[in-house]
């Protein structure tokens, strides 16, 4: 079947999607792959840099797993002290832990994580700037330091 140009505008406007094709002699230009960046995300990597250049953690990990049977994984973590940082992304169109089974499985996560001595800190868009004050508080961080 040959599709008129007046054919897949009434197409669009019913809210299908059409992809155009080039012909031959046509350049197409590439595909461009559009990055989401998280200021959010970004910044709690920025205050967990920031804590082990002054040495106040050894080292953290993103997307730790801490259990050997549950695939459950953490945000970040600082193993060697056991805590994690989750961010809950509770403010996007479409959220897994906005849904009763979605939210049920991150419980079973934190209460599974406790039961093995993590202490989990979880934050959001509003509280992730908590983090700092957060962290000195766990890990005994004098307020007269520079971070």
């Given at each position: ?21 080039k012909s031959d ?67 996007s169109k479409k ?8 939210y049920s499985k ?42």
């Amino acid at each position: 079947m040959t599709w008129t140009e007046k054919d897949l505008e009434e197409l669009k406007k019913k809210g299908y999607k059409i992809d155009d094709i080039k012909s031959d002699n046509e350049k197409v230009a590439p595909k461009k792959k559009v990055v989401k960046v998280s200021l959010e995300k970004n910044t709690i990597v920025a205050i967990l840099d920031s804590l082990k250049r002054n040495g106040h953690i050894d080292d953290f990990v993103a997307e730790h797993r801490f259990h050997d049977v549950r695939r459950f994984r953490f945000d970040w973590a600082v193993v060697s002290l056991k805590i994690a940082i989750e961010y809950e992304g509770i403010f996007s169109k479409k959220s897994r832990h906005t849904t009763v089974s979605g939210y049920s499985k991150d419980i079973e996560k934190y209460n599974l994580a406790l039961t093995h001595g993590w202490k989990v800190l979880r934050y959001t868009a509003k509280n992730y700037m908590n983090l700092k004050n957060d962290l000195d508080k766990l890990l005994n961080i004098n307020k007269n330091e520079t971070t």
